[in-house]
């Protein structure tokens, strides 16, 4: 496995950044209990920040008075000791 170190974690926050606007449809094909919450929300922001990237959901299921934001933040870690 090759971690992203400095200016690729920077560029992966970039790439994901063409997906704002779109839906998440499942959490197929790594199925994990904890993105089920996430299926049926719209990536709304996404952007990097050192070797984190954050992913911003709206859920597009609840009215707009209820309606909340979710993050998830994902660490890219480090090469080396």
């Known amino acids: 496995v090759t971690m992203v170190e400095g200016p690729g974690a920077t ?5 994901a950044q063409v997906l704002i606007g779109k839906v ?5 094909p790594l199925y ?3 993105h089920a919450p996430l299926v049926g929300c719209t990536l709304i922001e ?9 992913l911003i959901f709206n ?3 609840e009215d707009d008075a209820s309606s909340s934001d979710t993050a998830m933040r994902l660490h890219f870690g ?3 000791s």
């Open 24 to 28: 998440v449809s499942s959490s197929a």
């Open 32 to 34: 994990n209990p904890c």
């Open 78 to 80: 480090m090469n080396g």
């Open 11 to 15: 560029r992966n926050g970039r790439k």
């Open 59 to 61: 859920d597009d299921t």
């Open 46 to 54: 996404a952007f990097s920040v050192g070797k984190d990237m954050f």
